[in-house]
């Protein structure tokens, strides 16, 4: 069965560089979340989108922007990286008002070097 | 806005002994939980979710919890681990649209 699709699956990059993470969800999920993952930390939740639209934000930084198009992939824009932003970033998707097939892609871990 | 706990931050079993992991929730409504199970530098793997109904749930690798809303608890256990159950476990509440997430709980274990 077709999972969530994250890529890539690993990124360097170096302070004040941009980086660009994907996501691809499950067929027919109208549902995206992205969180993100410190080392050693919990995931923690940063936006979600719905049908294209921006349905719920966390801790997020100004920095980073999301959006989700019409094929409902979505992507995550990290700018001006700083060394706090290394993480493993998990999307998930879903259904709404079938939450309970919520799944999770593998991950893209990004180190700031 | 909901909130998950994990009060265990570490535990050590030795293999073929039982586990149980401890995960306090707070939602105002019916809660949607989860367990979650992640190896070092892997992605989240679920384990077994509770929506409704038996408040006993069986999950995958021989993993059970059990809801029991009068103590806002979602148990996580496991009768005999086996030496590749050593993970960090996440216990997880759904609420609007959202996953909170616990601290996690490392659990090692030895020979």
């Known amino acids: 069965a077709a999972g969530v699709i994250q890529s890539p699956r690993h990124l360097i990059k170096e302070k004040r560089e941009t980086a660009t993470l994907k996501c691809y969800p499950i067929?027919?999920?109208?549902?995206v979340y992205w969180y993100q993952q410190g080392p050693g930390q919990d995931p923690q939740f940063l936006i979600s989108?719905?049908?294209?639209?921006?349905?719920d934000k966390g801790s997020i930084p100004d920095r980073f922007s999301a959006q989700q198009f019409s094929d409902y992939h979505s992507e995550l824009n990290m700018s001006s990286l700083e060394l706090g932003d290394s993480a493993l970033y998990f999307c998930?998707?879903?259904?709404?008002?079938?939450?309970?097939?919520?799944?999770f892609g593998s991950g893209t871990q990004l180190s700031v070097l | 806005a909901q909130s998950v706990t994990q009060p265990d931050i570490h535990i050590t079993v030795s293999e073929g002994a039982s586990l149980e992991l401890r995960c306090n929730y707070s939602?105002?409504?019916?809660?949607?939980l989860f367990w979650y199970v992640q190896s070092p530098g892997q992605g989240l793997q679920l384990l077994l979710k509770?929506?409704?109904?038996?408040?006993l749930v069986q999950g995958i690798k021989g993993f059970e919890a059990e809801f029991k809303r009068s103590q806002s608890s979602f148990n996580l256990r496991k009768p005999s681990v086996h030496w590749s159950d050593a993970a960090e476990y996440f216990c997880?509440?759904?609420?609007?649209?959202?996953?909170?997430f616990g601290a996690g709980t490392t659990v090692t274990v030895r020979a």
């Open positions: 997880a509440v759904e609420g609007s649209y959202k996953l909170s």
């Open positions: 509770y929506f409704s109904g038996d408040t």
């Open positions: 939602y105002g409504a019916t809660p949607y």
């Open positions: 998930a998707s879903s259904s709404r008002g079938d939450e309970e097939k919520l799944f």
């Open positions: 067929p027919r999920h109208d549902t």
């Open positions: 989108f719905y049908e294209k639209m921006q349905s």
